[in-house]
Nanobody
Framework: QVQLVESGGGLVQFGGSLRLSCAAS????????MGWFRQAPGEQRELVAT???????LYRNSVKGRFTISRDSAKNILYLEMNTLKPEDTAIYYC??????????WGQGTQATVSS
């Protein structure tokens, strides 16, 4: 099993920045890739960014150039640096890890709110 704990959310003004962290524990060696998803009120959960074990990244179009996903494998921490934040970025952000069996693991989520 993989346990994921997010932190770093909060309230920020339009144009501000937040840095989310996700600490992974448990069966770390089984993790193939990790990512961030978000879910706004009344909306479905959506992919924000992913990073593979080899460092390849993928972003949804609306966050390209503003968000950066990174992974500290030594500390087993996943980051999401979010800059130039907009009100539409307001959501609960979830950390995700998928393992070598294809199973998904999720954190409890952290709220990020951007005021206009």
């Amino acid at each position: 099993q993989v346990q994921l704990v997010e932190s770093g959310g909060g309230l920020v003004q339009f144009g501000g920045s937040l840095r989310l962290s996700c600490a992974a524990s448990g069966s770390i060696s089984s993790i193939s890739g990790m990512g961030w998803f978000r879910q706004a009120p009344g909306e479905q959960r959506e992919l924000v960014a992913t990073i593979t074990s080899t460092g390849e990244t993928l972003y949804r179009n609306s966050v390209k150039g503003r968000f950066t996903i990174s992974r500290d494998s030594a500390k087993n921490i996943l980051y999401l640096e979010m800059n130039t934040l907009k009100p539409e970025d307001t959501a609960i952000y979830y950390c995700n890890a998928y393992d070598d069996t294809g199973a998904d693991h999720w954190g409890q989520g952290t709220q990020a709110t951007v005021s206009s």
